[in-house]
């Protein structure tokens, strides 16, 4: 069939064609050596997808213009469309970005100076039904692809026109429950062949998914471990983290020793402070009694008010006692500012939505 005539050669279902971020670099060179290409131009079509977020085959200009519709006839260049975008009065922005089926995803943009923090979603919706939590509400929809979670940093880099400085896993889902494409996505973001984020800028958050949290540890690169801790009393956290009332305290204090030992790396534990739920002094005492002598950071966030919740935050001066306390028992710990918060763009504020096209 002759290439030049897309009438004969287009696919009758757009499904059919292959996301170019879908294939291994041994598919593209065979894709493209079957179009009678040289061996170089898999790198440069690498290039276009991966680094360069092209959302176009026209804009792949050092490509024969014959490779180039050849290549729009076979393949997609992903899914992700903008359906949504919110700016906080801060500079942060929302986006609610469209999925090739019509599942939605959220992400959020964090400017401040020369830096920009991306936090991106591992899974539309979240399955753990965390209390405090919006998106764990509606319960899972999907996990995302690798390229899904990629996408979302580079669409928001893109809108900022702006290298981003870090990225958190901390927008919807549980990475660890998808927890392969959450690793090449981190691998992709930190390669220089990708978005060549350095790995210590990048931040995996787990609600304490204990056997991934050793698996986290045994990998090579230098990634960043959060975990949402919110409760160092075992009743509490069960009522707050029912999905993660299987993994006990006691099983997750063993594992982080040996995350801590195996990386030589700080973890971060998140704690949402509620008002009268775990922010008492019996909280307070365990929490010191949990991070007492290990190698930690805790991160006090005082808890984002979610539609239909009975939570509330606790007061500043609450989460300063917290501060000090932990500082006495040698446990560094900072009040975290939450951005975002008026486009209900903060942590445990996003939400899951199916967008009918
Ligand atoms: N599922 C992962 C990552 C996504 S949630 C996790 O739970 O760690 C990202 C962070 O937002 C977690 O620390 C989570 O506990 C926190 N969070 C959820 N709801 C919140 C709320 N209403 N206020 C403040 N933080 C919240
Ligand atoms: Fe899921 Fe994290 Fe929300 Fe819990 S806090 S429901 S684990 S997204």
Not at 177 to 202: F, K
Not at 216 to 222: D, G, L, V, Y
Not at 229 to 242: C, D, E, F
Request: hydrophobic share 35%; proline share 4%.
């Amino acid at each position: 069939m002759p290439p030049d005539d897309p009438g004969e050669t287009m696919p009758a279902d757009k499904t059919e064609r292959r996301d170019l971020h879908t294939l291994t670099r041994g598919e593209l060179q065979e894709l493209l050596s079957g179009l009678g290409q040289p061996a170089f131009r898999a790198k440069q079509v690498e290039e276009w997808v991966w680094v360069r977020n092209a959302r176009s085959f026209d804009e792949m200009t050092n490509l024969p213009k014959s490779l180039r519709e050849e290549l729009a006839r076979r393949c997609t260049l992903g899914g992700v469309e903008e359906a949504a975008r919110q700016v906080s009065s801060d500079g942060s922005r929302k986006y609610l970005l469209r999925l090739s089926d019509g599942v939605s995803v959220e992400c959020v943009g964090m400017p401040s100076r020369n830096r920009l923090a991306v936090c991106a979603s591992t899974q539309a919706g979240c399955p753990m039904g965390c209390a405090f939590c919006a998106t764990g509400a509606a319960g899972l929809t999907r996990s995302l692809t690798a390229a899904e979670i990629y996408e979302q940093v580079m669409h928001v880099r893109d809108d900022f026109n702006a290298r981003v400085t870090s990225v958190v896993l901390m927008g919807q889902g549980e990475p660890f429950l998808n927890y392969d494409e959450t690793l090449a996505a981190l691998r992709r973001l930190n390669s220089p062949e990708g978005a060549g984020i350095g790995a210590r800028h990048l931040t995996v958050s787990t609600c304490g998914v204990i056997p991934q949290i050793m698996r986290f540890a045994n990998e090579p690169e230098q990634f960043t471990l959060a975990v949402s801790l919110h409760s160092a009393v075992q009743r509490t956290r069960n009522a707050l983290m029912p999905g993660v009332r299987k993994y006990s305290l006691v099983n997750l204090y063993n594992v982080m020793g040996e995350y801590v030992s195996k990386t030589g790396r700080r973890p971060t534990y998140e704690y949402a402070l509620i008002g009268g739920v775990n922010d008492t002094d019996a909280e307070l005492q365990a929490l010191c009694d949990f991070c007492e002598g290990t190698l930690a950071h805790v991160n006090l966030i005082q808890l984002n008010e979610v539609e239909g919740s009975k939570f509330r935050p606790s007061t500043e001066l609450r989460a300063q006692d917290f501060v000090r306390r932990l500082a006495n028992v040698g446990v560094e710990a900072t009040v975290r500012n939450s951005r975002g918060a008026d486009i209900d763009a903060a942590c445990g504020q996003l939400k899951q939505r199916i967008l009918r096209s």
